[in-house]
Structures are given as structure tokens and as C-alpha cells.
């Protein structure tokens, strides 16, 4: 019956593209709404005040009764609308009520709602429309915890899969004057929904002992009817699809049945198309039928449609570390972090200088080559010709084009306050010079040229650290931000340099050595919006994307405060400098693409995150650093995530998370049968070889705890690799897959019916033996390693190790039951039921049953 089964080329696609409006393209309006339920309010602080804008009145807000986290605002939107935006205004100065963290929920258009959608043409909903909405203007809302617990981040409502409230948005104000807007999410599935509720859940104040106060809410989106109904039954059939689609995996998981779960759901009236015609037919047969071998005809044709190749270029990679094993006897940098490091991209060289090994700085200058090993190419000692100091916290950059390598900046300890005394009482003398030198190093001749003395008396920034700088090749130009001014000069009037100030965004020409400053650090930077300039700090990231022409600035910290926001800065056109616009004006050539990265599936916010730029793929890969977890006040926690943003649609995907737990010492590793994997650290050194498409990292401070002493720092040297799925890969895994399921069976002693209905033979052991060594071993890659030890384990099933073996049957433990008791039909069911759902990943999302489960739609309801 299996080789009659016909291809399925030309079945139409899962998901119902046709049915998805466009997000709207027209201007967004402001949205009308009503306050109609909230949890508390406290004197003549009424909620229904936040309805006004204003920010002179003290009284003009809501303020809650309590600080407790079951405080709420409860928005009616007076017809429903797509919401595309939520404004929060504010009084007139800072507040210590102000919102320092809360999250905004939204309850979509119910497609069972009574109330048509041909009277959304009417400019309000009338009284007995909300009621039949549930929602009047009392607390009695739709289903929502009284804690209003949030939902899961990756459940149902999350995925727009309840029909219920859903998190549109997780954010915080600054504790300013300034109106803050936010983009919220708008989407399922990519299809709009629409809204006729938000609900304001304050999480904290930004003093702790205070009650939340909230000044003016706004909203923008579209509420014109036409698009609000398209919208609507879009919405509609993809709750539609969605709930056909989570009770065919329930039915399916759930019970054997013979008649296939989708035939029956396929009858109902306009039923969609639910899932690739392939899936379909795969489950049948396999799950059913146990039909091995057609199934792995069937996962080959879908190779052959460019099924498997699509869901591959939607699969995220995977980061895989490797430690480049020192040369025996050949010569190694030492431990140390805040070093620089720089990757030749035509011949592959890694090269680290300076740096800060726990006792002293460094500057030292290495080169790392592949076959060759490392290689010291400057000493660092104060002999010979001029060189740079020893430093750390510094930047260093490759000019392919000049053959050179760029050093500017250093941390001079006795320039911090209380430093400098502390040296004098130990009878030191503090170095004290606080010239910004600038330096160049000659890659084919060897040797330093010293470039400034001073780059701040040419133009160029003072003397920092913890600053970034990047080559833009089409301008020959080198581009500084942030850091921190070490210089002991007055401040000048414009507060670009002097003590401990923040450095602002300058460009270095390399052919004419001529230095622009092109943005300063916004006067009051911490408290003007970032609209108005480009906020400086300080071990934040900066990379070039080169397609976009703008400069990327994620992360790092200000104050004390750890940022998490990404902003572009614009460039000219290739072959332009950067002009300089007056501080205090709106620049145009900044973007804040994300406040909080964490709020939208990235980084939490953090110090000494390291970036590297992928242009051939249009990403930008972060490492490691110290990262602030949310809603914690301590110094942080040392990270090893790998994140990857993609630059053209703006989304995060972590690739790789290490915690330090059960980490190694010493080079990092851990010995756990698989692959190493490096310890966390924070400054450390991160480089892109875009020629071998590999990663590099080296050094840097573990940070204390664990036996770690504070002065500790690393030595080891990693390669990482994105790798990312390829078809031809994932067929080979999937038909090992299939395969091991047969030999399990076969070590069950089930074998495998000849047609559906048909008593299978049994199967002899030397049999399953055989199968194993011949039909299993033919799809394992030998090479890898977890491969391999999975492929020797499996042997271990026919003596009923991790498996009833065919040789363990029947045997009896010392109480008289049974060791290995033989697996029942349920028991082969099940197995086979989740081998499917791991096929079923070869497929594009919209092409297969969802990874939630219908029985996480089902409210509990706890009995008091």
C-alpha cells in the first residue's frame, strides 16, 4: 500500500497566507478610551485623571492605595482597534512614583463575541455591547488570576493561542520629565489582532516604599473599521486553525485510534488546511502502520520538495566551542582581561594586546596563526624604540587596507579618585600623565609609530577607557564612542571632556590624520531622552553594519545603572565623514531601535558584552559579560550566552546559554563525554575571521566564587562555529531516528507487520544485531562524538539497558517481578508517537501541529 502513495508537490501551504491582512500601512490616530475598573486609588488621585496630559498639576494622576503588585488600570477602548503604540506622560520633574517596571496586557476582539463586526462603524460600543463583551466597569473581568500572575512567556496567550489577555508589552520609565512611547506587540502568528482592552499592571515604583503613580496614558493605532474587520476575521480563523490544530496533537498522543484523528477533523466544515499532506501521511504510516521504511521515503521526498531545506533557514544555529590546544613547549600569552584583540579577515591571524593579568598591565603583543601557534611580536618593555604603555581597557583595530593596527585609551588607576593617595601610602609614585596617546603598529614591517601625543589637543577625544572603536572601511575612518574622560583638565563649557565625564562619538581619517568630532554626550544625559543625542557609557559593544550605513551601540553601563538598550547612529553615504550637530537638539541620525533588548526576546542588560559583525549574513553575534538580572539590584551574574540579531528584521535568538554551572577550571572546559565548552567570563575578547566563518575568544575574569580568587584571570584561546542546520544533515539524523526506532522495537521483540492488520513476526536477536550494524550504523556520523556514544549505547538495548531487551525479557528481580517486563501496545504507541513529533521538526512551522499542548489551554481553578 506504501508505494502507491502519490507526491504531494503541489499541496497547498499549511498556513492561510491568504487570509492575513497587511499590517496597515496608514498613519496611526490616537485611540479614544475609557478608565472602567482598577484595583485602588488614594485621595483625589482618581484613575480616571490619566485620561489628561497635565504635567504641571501634581494632582492630574493615579495613584494607587498600595505598593503591592495586584494594583491595575483598566483601559475600554471605545471601539476596537489595532494598537501600535502606548505613550506614558509625565509630571513636570522627576518622581519617585513614577514607574520604574510594569507590563501592559491586551484582551484581542473575541471571534465569539455577539457583537458584530458591522458595528464597529459606530464611533462608541453601546452598554449593552459591553456587556455582552463581559467586560463592564467593574473588576469583574474576563478570566485573569486576582494576583494577576503574568503568563508564561512561551504558553498559549502568549503565542496569541488563548483567545485571552495576552502581554503586549514589559517595560520601564525613566524617572524624568519626558513623554515616553512604546511599540507593543501587535501580532500572532503574523497575523494583527484587535483590541477592545488594555490593562496597566504596575511591577514596581522607582522608590520601592512609594505607591505607583501613572500621569497620562495614550494610544495609537487604527480603529477605522474596514481594517479593524479584516483584521477581526483574520484573527478569528487563526484561533480557528490553531485550536484544530492543538486537538488533532491531543487526539493523536493520546490514543491509538484507527481512524486518523485529521480525517476526521479535515471533514468538518470549512475546515482549513492544517498540516502538510506529507505530515499526514508520515504519521499514518508510521504511527499506525509502524511503516519504517516508507517513512523514510516519505522524509526523502520532502528533502526533494525543499521542505526540510525551508525550515532549515528558519532553524536558529547552534554555537559549537572549541579550545585551540596550546603548541607543547611553544610560547602563550599569559592570563589577563580588558585586552584588546583584532582578527585579520584575509589570513586568519588573531592578534591580543595588553591587557591586566591581576597584578600588573600588560603590553605585551601577541599573534595567534593557525598551524603556527602564537607568536610574541612585541615585548612591551620600556627598551628600544617608543612604544605604548602597558594598558588595559583600551581599543585596538585592524586596517587591512593600511596594514596597520590601531591602540587608543587606558586605564590609569591613580587618575580615579582615592587612587592616587592610596599609591602614595604605600610609597608608590602614581602615574599621573593623562595625554591621550594614539598609536599604530606597522603589520608587515613591525614596529609602533606613535600618531598623537595627545589626540584631545588635535581635536580627538581625552584620555578614556571602556570606550569602542570601529574601521569603516569606505571612508577610511575610525569611529570612538563613550568611555569614560580620565582627563585632569578643567571641564570644558560643552562638557566634552574633564574628570570623570562621559566621552561623546568622534571619527579619526586615516589618510589626512585628522580628527571630528562628530556628537558629544547630551547635557543631562541621564535624564534627556535618547532621541536628543547618543547617550554615552561605558563597556558597551559597537559594531559597523556596513549594508545599513549606521553604527550599532548595544548595551554597557552608565553610573551605575546597566543598560540594555541597541541605538543606531546613521552614517553619510560611502565615502563621507560624519558632521557634528549642537548638543540639546533632536539628531536625526539616532534611533533607538529597543530600550531593553530583554523585553524583546534578547540580552538582559549588561557590561563587557562582547559583539562581532557577520556582513555576508547580516548579523551581529554578543558573548558573554556581566548581565543584570531583571528586577535584581546586585553587581550581576558572569554569562557565557551566545545571542545572534539579525540586523534587517531586528530579532533576537539566543544560540547558546552557559551558566558556569559544573564549569572547569583553569582552560575553561568541562569533560563531560561531549564537546567543551569555555567558562563564563566578563572582559574578555571576541573576533570574527569571515574567512574561515569561525569566532574567536580569548582571556578574560571568571569573576569570584567557586574557589576563584578576585586577582584570577584566563588564558585560554576558543573557536566557535555557528553551525546552522543543513538539509541533507537533518534527512541523515532523521533516518537514524526512524532506524533506532525500529531496532528498538525489534529489541522488544515487536518487529515489523508486512501490512496494516498483519501479526508481526517475531524478531530474533542476532537479527536486531545485525539491523544495527548494518542499517543503523549507515546513518551515524562516526566523527561526532555524541553520535558515536549514542550509536555504542544502543547495543546495550538488546540486554534491556535503557530499553527492554530481547535478551532481559522475562527475567525476574529478587522480589519476583519482573526486570525488563515487555512493553504493552500502549507502551509502542507512545514511543512511536514522540519519534513523530521529533520528524515533524524537519517541517516549517506552518506546515505542523504546534509545540504547545491543548491540555495548557484548560484553566485550573484552585479550590480555597
Same mark, same amino acid.
Given at each position: 500500500m506504501f508505494a502507491n502513495i502519490k507526491p504531494a508537490a503541489a499541496?497547498?501551504?499549511a498556513t492561510p497566507h491568504a487570509i492575513q491582512p497587511a499590517t496597515p500601512h496608514s498613519a496611526t490616530s490616537q485611540l479614544p478610551y475609557s478608565v472602567v475598573a482598577w484595583s485602588s486609588?488614594?485621595?483625589?488621585?482618581?484613575?480616571?485623571?490619566?485620561?489628561?496630559s497635565c504635567p504641571t498639576d501634581q494632582a492630574s494622576r493615579w495613584s494607587s492605595a498600595a505598593h503591592n503588585q495586584s494594583q491595575y488600570l483598566l483601559l475600554k477602548l471605545n471601539r476596537p482597534a489595532i494598537v501600535d503604540s502606548i505613550?506614558?506622560?509625565?509630571?513636570?520633574?522627576?518622581?519617585?512614583?513614577?514607574?520604574?517596571?510594569? &507590563?501592559?496586557? !491586551?484582551?484581542? @476582539?473575541?471571534?465569539?463575541?455577539? /457583537?458584530? +463586526?458591522?458595528?464597529?462603524?459606530?464611533? =462608541?460600543?453601546?452598554?449593552?455591547?459591553?456587556?455582552?463583551?463581559?467586560?463592564?466597569?467593574?473588576?469583574?473581568?474576563?478570566?485573569?488570576?486576582s494576583s494577576l500572575a503574568a503568563p508564561a512567556s512561551g504558553g498559549l496567550a502568549a503565542q496569541g493561542m488563548g483567545g485571552g489577555w495576552m502581554e503586549i508589552l514589559r517595560g520601564g520609565l525613566r524617572n524624568d520629565s519626558e513623554d515616553e512611547c512604546f511599540r507593543v506587540r501587535r501580532e500572532a502568528g503574523s497575523v494583527p489582532f484587535p483590541l477592545t482592552h488594555i490593562l496597566i499592571h504596575p511591577l514596581a515604583a522607582h522608590s520601592p516604599s512609594f505607591n505607583f503613580s501613572v500621569w497620562h496614558v495614550a494610544a495609537?493605532?487604527?480603529?477605522?473599521?474596514?481594517?479593524?474587520?479584516?483584521?477581526? &476575521?483574520?484573527? !478569528?480563523?487563526? @484561533?480557528?486553525?490553531?485550536?484544530? /490544530?492543538? +486537538?488533532?496533537?491531543?487526539?493523536?498522543? =493520546?490514543?491509538?485510534?484507527?481512524?486518523p484523528p485529521l480525517q476526521l477533523l479535515q471533514s468538518l466544515p470549512s475546515s482549513p488546511q492544517l498540516e502538510h499532506p506529507l505530515l499526514t501521511t508520515l504519521h499514518t504510516t508510521l504511527v499506525m502502520h509502524g511503516g519504517f521504511a516508507p517513512a523514510q521515503h516519505l522524509l526523502r521526498r520532502a528533502l526533494e520538495a525543499g521542505i526540510i531545506a525551508r525550515a532549515c533557514a528558519a532553524a536558529p544555529p547552534v554555537a559549537r566551542w572549541t579550545r585551540v590546544v596550546p603548541t607543547p613547549q611553544g610560547p602563550w600569552p599569559g592570563p589577563r582581561g580588558g585586552h584588546q584583540m583584532a582578527v585579520d579577515g584575509a589570513s586568519g591571524d588573531v592578534y591580543v594586546h595588553g591587557g591586566y593579568d591581576g597584578e600588573r598591565e600588560l603590553g605585551d603583543l601577541w599573534r595567534w596563526r593557525a598551524g603556527e601557534g602564537w607568536r610574541c611580536l612585541d615585548g612591551g618593555g620600556s627598551r628600544g624604540s617608543p612604544r605604548p604603555s602597558p594598558r588595559a581597557c583600551h581599543k585596538l583595530v585592524l586596517d587591512p587596507a593600511s596594514r596597520s593596527l590601531f591602540v587608543l585609551g587606558r586605564y590609569v588607576e591613580a587618575l580615579c579618585e582615592g587612587n592616587a593617595q592610596r599609591d602614595r601610602d604605600r610609597g608608590e609614585v602614581p602615574e599621573t600623565g593623562d595625554e591621550s596617546d594614539?598609536?599604530?603598529?606597522?603589520?608587515?614591517?613591525?614596529?609602533?609609530?606613535?600618531?598623537?601625543?595627545?589626540?584631545?589637543?588635535?581635536?580627538?577625544?581625552?584620555?578614556?577607557y571602556d570606550h569602542q572603536m570601529v574601521l569603516d572601511p569606505p571612508s577610511r575612518s575610525l569611529y570612538v564612542f563613550g568611555g569614560r574622560s580620565q582627563s585632569s583638565r578643567p571641564a570644558s563649557p560643552n562638557g566634552s571632556h574633564g574628570r570623570e565625564a562621559y566621552s561623546g562619538l568622534y571619527a579619526y581619517h586615516i589618510p589626512s590624520r585628522r580628527w571630528t568630532l562628530v556628537a558629544k554626550d547630551p547635557p543631562g544625559a541621564d535624564e534627556t531622552p535618547a532621541a536628543l543625542g547618543l547617550r554615552s557609557r561605558i563597556g558597551h559593544s559597537m559594531v559597523l553594519d556596513s549594508a545599513g550605513r549606521r553604527l550599532l551601540v548595544l548595551a554597557g553601563q552608565r553610573e551605575r545603572q546597566y543598560l540594555g538598550d541597541l541605538v543606531?547612529?546613521?552614517?553619510?553615504?560611502?565615502?563621507?565623514?560624519?558632521?557634528?550637530?549642537?548638543?540639546?537638539?533632536p539628531d536625526p541620525r539616532v534611533e533607538v531601535l529597543s530600550r531593553d533588548t530583554a523585553m524583546e526576546g534578547g540580552p538582559e542588560p549588561g557590561f563587557t558584552q562582547r559583539a562581532a559583525v557577520d556582513e555576508g549574513r547580516g548579523e551581529v553575534v554578543v558573548v558573554g559579560g556581566i548581565a543584570r538580572e531583571r528586577g535584581g539590584d546586585g553587581p550581576g551574574v558572569v554569562r557565557n550566552d551566545v545571542w545572534v540579531y539579525g540586523m534587517t528584521d531586528g530579532r533576537w535568538r539566543k544560540v547558546y546559554s552557559g551558566d558556569g554551572a559544573g564549569w572547569g577550571t583553569g582552560g575553561g572546559g568541562r569533560d563531560d563525554g561531549e564537546e567543551e565548552h569555555p567558562q563564563p567570563r566578563f572582559a574578555g575578547q571576541v573576533g570574527y575571521d569571515e574567512g574561515r566563518d569561525v569566532y574567536y575568544m580569548f582571556g578574560g575574569n571568571p569573576g569570584e566564587g567557586g574557589g576563584r580568587t578576585v586577582r584570577e584571570r584566563l588564558d585560554d584561546l576558543w573557536e566557535m562555529m555557528l553551525v546552522r542546520p543543513d538539509p541533507s544533515t537533518v534527512l541523515r539524523r532523521a533516518l537514524f531516528a526512524i532506524r533506532a526506532q525500529q531496532f528498538r522495537e525489534m529489541c522488544w521483540g515487536v518487529g515489523t507487520p508486512a501490512s496494516p492488520g498483519v501479526p508481526a513476526t517475531p524478531v530474533e536477536p542476532l537479527m536486531a544485531l545485525s539491523y544495527l550494524r548494518r542499517e543503523v550504523a549507515e546513518c551515524v556520523d562516526h566523527t561526532d562524538k555524541r553520535e558515536e556514544r549514542e550509536f555504542r549505547e544502543m547495543a546495550g538495548w538488546l540486554f534491556g539497558a535503557g530499553s527492554c531487551g530481547a535478551f532481559g525479557a522475562g527475567g525476574m528481580a529478587g522480589d519476583g517481578s519482573a526486570l525488563n517486563p515487555a512493553p504493552t501496545p500502549d507502551d509502542v504507541f507512545r514511543s512511536r508517537t514522540q519519534l513523530f513529533q521529533r520528524l515533524a521538526e524537519v517541517f516549517p512551522e506552518d506546515m505542523r501541529e504546534p509545540r504547545t499542548n491543548l491540555t495548557e489551554m484548560v484553566p485550573v481553578e484552585i479550590q480555597r
Amino acid at each position: 500500500m506504501f508505494a502507491n502513495i502519490k507526491p504531494a508537490a503541489a499541496a497547498p501551504r499549511a498556513t492561510p497566507h491568504a487570509i492575513q491582512p497587511a499590517t496597515p500601512h496608514s498613519a496611526t490616530s490616537q485611540l479614544p478610551y475609557s478608565v472602567v475598573a482598577w484595583s485602588s486609588y488614594s485621595a483625589n488621585y482618581h484613575p480616571r485623571n490619566i485620561a489628561v496630559s497635565c504635567p504641571t498639576d501634581q494632582a492630574s494622576r493615579w495613584s494607587s492605595a498600595a505598593h503591592n503588585q495586584s494594583q491595575y488600570l483598566l483601559l475600554k477602548l471605545n471601539r476596537p482597534a489595532i494598537v501600535d503604540s502606548i505613550t506614558f506622560g509625565k509630571y513636570h520633574k522627576p518622581h519617585v512614583c513614577n514607574l520604574k517596571e510594569f &507590563r501592559v496586557l !491586551g484582551l484581542p @476582539l473575541s471571534p465569539h463575541s455577539p /457583537l458584530s +463586526l458591522n458595528s464597529l462603524s459606530s464611533s =462608541t460600543l453601546s452598554p449593552s455591547s459591553a456587556s455582552l463583551l463581559s467586560l463592564p466597569s467593574a473588576p469583574s473581568l474576563p478570566p485573569m488570576p486576582s494576583s494577576l500572575a503574568a503568563p508564561a512567556s512561551g504558553g498559549l496567550a502568549a503565542q496569541g493561542m488563548g483567545g485571552g489577555w495576552m502581554e503586549i508589552l514589559r517595560g520601564g520609565l525613566r524617572n524624568d520629565s519626558e513623554d515616553e512611547c512604546f511599540r507593543v506587540r501587535r501580532e500572532a502568528g503574523s497575523v494583527p489582532f484587535p483590541l477592545t482592552h488594555i490593562l496597566i499592571h504596575p511591577l514596581a515604583a522607582h522608590s520601592p516604599s512609594f505607591n505607583f503613580s501613572v500621569w497620562h496614558v495614550a494610544a495609537q493605532g487604527w480603529d477605522e473599521p474596514g481594517i479593524v474587520e479584516r483584521a477581526g &476575521r483574520a484573527w !478569528g480563523e487563526h @484561533l480557528h486553525r490553531t485550536t484544530l /490544530l492543538h +486537538l488533532l496533537k491531543h487526539l493523536r498522543t =493520546t490514543s491509538p485510534v484507527h481512524l486518523p484523528p485529521l480525517q476526521l477533523l479535515q471533514s468538518l466544515p470549512s475546515s482549513p488546511q492544517l498540516e502538510h499532506p506529507l505530515l499526514t501521511t508520515l504519521h499514518t504510516t508510521l504511527v499506525m502502520h509502524g511503516g519504517f521504511a516508507p517513512a523514510q521515503h516519505l522524509l526523502r521526498r520532502a528533502l526533494e520538495a525543499g521542505i526540510i531545506a525551508r525550515a532549515c533557514a528558519a532553524a536558529p544555529p547552534v554555537a559549537r566551542w572549541t579550545r585551540v590546544v596550546p603548541t607543547p613547549q611553544g610560547p602563550w600569552p599569559g592570563p589577563r582581561g580588558g585586552h584588546q584583540m583584532a582578527v585579520d579577515g584575509a589570513s586568519g591571524d588573531v592578534y591580543v594586546h595588553g591587557g591586566y593579568d591581576g597584578e600588573r598591565e600588560l603590553g605585551d603583543l601577541w599573534r595567534w596563526r593557525a598551524g603556527e601557534g602564537w607568536r610574541c611580536l612585541d615585548g612591551g618593555g620600556s627598551r628600544g624604540s617608543p612604544r605604548p604603555s602597558p594598558r588595559a581597557c583600551h581599543k585596538l583595530v585592524l586596517d587591512p587596507a593600511s596594514r596597520s593596527l590601531f591602540v587608543l585609551g587606558r586605564y590609569v588607576e591613580a587618575l580615579c579618585e582615592g587612587n592616587a593617595q592610596r599609591d602614595r601610602d604605600r610609597g608608590e609614585v602614581p602615574e599621573t600623565g593623562d595625554e591621550s596617546d594614539f598609536w599604530r603598529w606597522d603589520m608587515d614591517k613591525g614596529g609602533w609609530e606613535r600618531l598623537s601625543a595627545d589626540t584631545e589637543a588635535e581635536g580627538g577625544p581625552s584620555l578614556v577607557y571602556d570606550h569602542q572603536m570601529v574601521l569603516d572601511p569606505p571612508s577610511r575612518s575610525l569611529y570612538v564612542f563613550g568611555g569614560r574622560s580620565q582627563s585632569s583638565r578643567p571641564a570644558s563649557p560643552n562638557g566634552s571632556h574633564g574628570r570623570e565625564a562621559y566621552s561623546g562619538l568622534y571619527a579619526y581619517h586615516i589618510p589626512s590624520r585628522r580628527w571630528t568630532l562628530v556628537a558629544k554626550d547630551p547635557p543631562g544625559a541621564d535624564e534627556t531622552p535618547a532621541a536628543l543625542g547618543l547617550r554615552s557609557r561605558i563597556g558597551h559593544s559597537m559594531v559597523l553594519d556596513s549594508a545599513g550605513r549606521r553604527l550599532l551601540v548595544l548595551a554597557g553601563q552608565r553610573e551605575r545603572q546597566y543598560l540594555g538598550d541597541l541605538v543606531a547612529f546613521t552614517l553619510p553615504a560611502a565615502g563621507g565623514v560624519a558632521g557634528f550637530v549642537a548638543p540639546g537638539q533632536p539628531d536625526p541620525r539616532v534611533e533607538v531601535l529597543s530600550r531593553d533588548t530583554a523585553m524583546e526576546g534578547g540580552p538582559e542588560p549588561g557590561f563587557t558584552q562582547r559583539a562581532a559583525v557577520d556582513e555576508g549574513r547580516g548579523e551581529v553575534v554578543v558573548v558573554g559579560g556581566i548581565a543584570r538580572e531583571r528586577g535584581g539590584d546586585g553587581p550581576g551574574v558572569v554569562r557565557n550566552d551566545v545571542w545572534v540579531y539579525g540586523m534587517t528584521d531586528g530579532r533576537w535568538r539566543k544560540v547558546y546559554s552557559g551558566d558556569g554551572a559544573g564549569w572547569g577550571t583553569g582552560g575553561g572546559g568541562r569533560d563531560d563525554g561531549e564537546e567543551e565548552h569555555p567558562q563564563p567570563r566578563f572582559a574578555g575578547q571576541v573576533g570574527y575571521d569571515e574567512g574561515r566563518d569561525v569566532y574567536y575568544m580569548f582571556g578574560g575574569n571568571p569573576g569570584e566564587g567557586g574557589g576563584r580568587t578576585v586577582r584570577e584571570r584566563l588564558d585560554d584561546l576558543w573557536e566557535m562555529m555557528l553551525v546552522r542546520p543543513d538539509p541533507s544533515t537533518v534527512l541523515r539524523r532523521a533516518l537514524f531516528a526512524i532506524r533506532a526506532q525500529q531496532f528498538r522495537e525489534m529489541c522488544w521483540g515487536v518487529g515489523t507487520p508486512a501490512s496494516p492488520g498483519v501479526p508481526a513476526t517475531p524478531v530474533e536477536p542476532l537479527m536486531a544485531l545485525s539491523y544495527l550494524r548494518r542499517e543503523v550504523a549507515e546513518c551515524v556520523d562516526h566523527t561526532d562524538k555524541r553520535e558515536e556514544r549514542e550509536f555504542r549505547e544502543m547495543a546495550g538495548w538488546l540486554f534491556g539497558a535503557g530499553s527492554c531487551g530481547a535478551f532481559g525479557a522475562g527475567g525476574m528481580a529478587g522480589d519476583g517481578s519482573a526486570l525488563n517486563p515487555a512493553p504493552t501496545p500502549d507502551d509502542v504507541f507512545r514511543s512511536r508517537t514522540q519519534l513523530f513529533q521529533r520528524l515533524a521538526e524537519v517541517f516549517p512551522e506552518d506546515m505542523r501541529e504546534p509545540r504547545t499542548n491543548l491540555t495548557e489551554m484548560v484553566p485550573v481553578e484552585i479550590q480555597r
